[in-house]
């Protein structure tokens, strides 16, 4: 809850107006687990609230610890889904990436979350559970919405978990600590600029419109050429950074003639291009293309004024790397 919010729940319990922000800060700053710690509010307005409400907070259900590090954690939802996000630790940093929707609608023929279909949005508070309940929750440095789902897809949800991960009374985060991901819902991502601050990632993965719809369905609804046009409009140069992810199939789009039309299509436009590496899932034709040709293709769109790095792949041991995650408990069929 935002503070207005709980400004009504405590009119609501019998509480003094200002109790809202002591509630936010056990929330919020303190991580308190039950709302019996919150020691600062009368024993009566503790008890009105224990009857109304809860924290929230679930723990996960199932968890998996790849050799690299990174942890993939499997997260119960309030409408009965299970959702899975990941912990990758990175020397000083720390990143979780965390889904937005059980499923997906987008149905990206080389994802596993968009083969397994649609569940359901997920609500503002089984996002922030995902952040909340984490082991290693303190250590985070940075959050991606690039695990299960589309962003812009369950809008009203995401922007509400970000304001109050970045609200001076919530977790007051930086928006430059957060990243949110969309293959490029055009109302999503116009109204994500006007209300939001956190960085925007686009899911490009072919410069080709035609080529593009073969991999990628939502490019029929979400076209290319149009969502280019609304983000070139658009002042980069400031806190927001603007990022490409770009997965790399040998022989489909890693020719010269995809980063030539990459330089031609990005190099207008102030930004930076992830290179990824596809993680093979069963029955697809798509190939990850080779070492050397990741590098070269980096070379060339930097070499051409596309800053361009390569993503280093984490957790794929256990299903954790980009476009591996589904809502299947361990072992299940």
């Given at each position: 809850m935002t503070l207005d919010e709980l400004k009504a729940v405590a009119t609501e319990v019998g509480l003094p107006g200002f109790a809202a922000k002591q509630i936010m800060e056990w929330v919020y700053g303190k991580h308190v687990r039950s709302i019996d710690e919150m020691t600062?509010?009368?024993?009566?307005?503790r008890t009105a609230l224990s009857e109304r409400y809860e924290i929230g907070c679930k723990e996960p259900s199932d968890v998996q610890q790849s050799v690299d590090g990174t942890a993939k954690y499997l997260f119960p939802t309030e409408s009965g889904q299970q959702v899975e996000c990941v912990f990758i630790p990175d020397g000083e940093r720390a990143t979780l990436c965390v889904s937005s929707q059980a499923g997906c609608r987008m149905g990206c023929r080389f994802c596993m979350t968009g083969r397994q279909g649609f569940g359901g949005n997920l609500t503002a508070t089984d996002i922030l559970n995902q952040v909340y309940s984490v082991p290693g929750s303190e250590l985070l440095t940075n959050i991606v919405f690039m695990g299960?789902?589309?962003p812009m897809d369950n809008l009203d949800a995401v922007l509400k978990a970000t304001q109050l991960l970045t609200d001076s009374n919530g977790w007051a985060w930086s928006p430059k600590r957060i990243t949110v991901s969309t293959v490029g819902v055009r109302k999503g991502v116009e109204r994500f600029?006007?209300?939001?601050?956190?960085?925007?990632?686009?899911?490009?993965?072919?410069?080709?419109?035609?080529?593009?719809?073969?991999m990628m369905p939502a490019e029929k609804a979400y076209g290319l050429e149009d969502l280019l046009a609304l983000?070139?409009?658009?002042?980069?140069?400031?806190?927001?950074?603007?990022?490409?992810e770009y997965i790399v199939f040998g022989g489909l789009n890693d020719s010269e003639r995809h980063a030539r039309e990459?330089?031609?299509?990005?190099?207008?436009?102030?930004c930076r291009v992830n290179l990824?590496?596809?993680?093979?899932?069963?029955?697809?034709?798509?190939?990850?293309?080779?070492?050397?040709?990741m590098v070269w293709l980096r070379d060339y769109l930097t070499k051409h004024g596309v800053t361009t790095t390569i993503r280093a792949s984490r957790g794929q041991d256990i299903y954790a790397a980009c476009g591996l995650l589904h809502s299947k408990v361990k072992g299940e069929e």
């Open positions: 600062n509010l009368s024993k009566n307005g299960q789902g589309e600029l006007k209300e939001s601050d956190c960085h925007l990632a686009i899911s490009l993965h072919n410069p080709f419109p035609e080529e593009r719809l073969q983000l070139g409009k658009q002042d980069w140069s400031h806190q927001r950074r603007l990022s490409f990459l330089v031609r299509l990005l190099a207008p436009i102030e990824i590496r596809f993680h093979e899932i069963p029955d697809t034709p798509y190939k990850g293309a080779s070492e050397e040709k």
